[in-house]
């Protein structure tokens, strides 16, 4: 049974077992010099929180039904859209203390932080 789950469930795959295909290919990845592997395909091949633009979506529909009648509703998105992004800055700095490196390799590779193609 194939399961096609959303960003966070991959990963967790991945970390169960590492050849599991992702989007039907063969997982690409960086192997750290402290074991554990960053994945670099699929969901997380295009942003490194890609979750994290998956809330952004679901905060946004959250407002959406309010139309343009009043502006209230998308404030909701602001403090969250701030949060977020405060959020990915300190796990970024995180973890590049941890993985040095190949942390930089990563963000090479895995340019965008949580929006691709803009942030």
Partial sequence: ??????????????????????????????????????????????????????????ALSWCLPAVFGSPLPYFYMLPFTLLLIHRERRDDAMCLAKYGEDWRRYRTQVPWRIVPGLY
Avoid: C
């Fill in 1 to 58: 049974m194939r399961f096609s789950g959303g960003p966070t469930s991959r990963k967790n795959h991945f970390r169960l077992n590492p050849e599991r295909p992702v989007w039907g290919r063969s997982p690409q990845y960086i192997r750290t010099a402290q074991g554990p592997r960053l994945l670099t395909s699929g969901w997380w091949g295009l942003s490194r929180h890609m979750s994290y633009f998956g809330d952004l979506m679901i």
